[in-house]
């Protein structure tokens, strides 16, 4: 099994910044496709940033320019940076990591811009 611990959420104000780091442990031997969602109340889960195995990256037009997905593969571990933040940008945010046909989820970590 794998495991995925987010963290790095909080409260910020508009035009702040934030990097979310999540944490991959258990049955990890080769790198991963990883990324992350984000769910706001009363809307649908929307990938935010993805990063391949082999370092391609990919971002929602809404954060294009904004967030910069990476990874330390020595700590299986991908980050989130997060600049000029605006109060849509709120949700709580989930990583995930895809190994052998399976998605696997963390438990997500809250992002609040205050306007």
């Known amino acids: 099994q794998v495991q995925l611990v987010e963290s790095g959420g909080g409260l910020v104000q508009a035009g702040g910044s934030l990097r979310l780091s999540c944490a991959a442990s258990?049955?990890?031997?080769?790198?991963?496709?990883m990324g992350w969602y984000r769910q706001a109340p009363g809307k649908q889960r929307e990938l935010v940033a993805a990063?391949?195995?082999?370092?391609?990256?990919n971002y929602a037009n809404s954060v294009a320019g904004r967030f910069t997905i990476s990874r330390a593969n020595a700590k299986n571990t991908v980050y989130l940076q997060m600049n000029s933040l605006k109060p849509a940008d709120t949700a709580l945010y989930y990583c995930?990591?895809?190994?052998?046909?399976?998605?696997?989820w963390g438990q997500g970590t809250q992002v609040t811009v205050s306007s």
């Open positions: 990063i391949t195995a082999a370092d391609s990256t």
């Open positions: 258990g049955s990890i031997f080769s790198l991963n496709d």
């Open positions: 995930y990591l895809d190994r052998r046909g399976l998605r696997f």
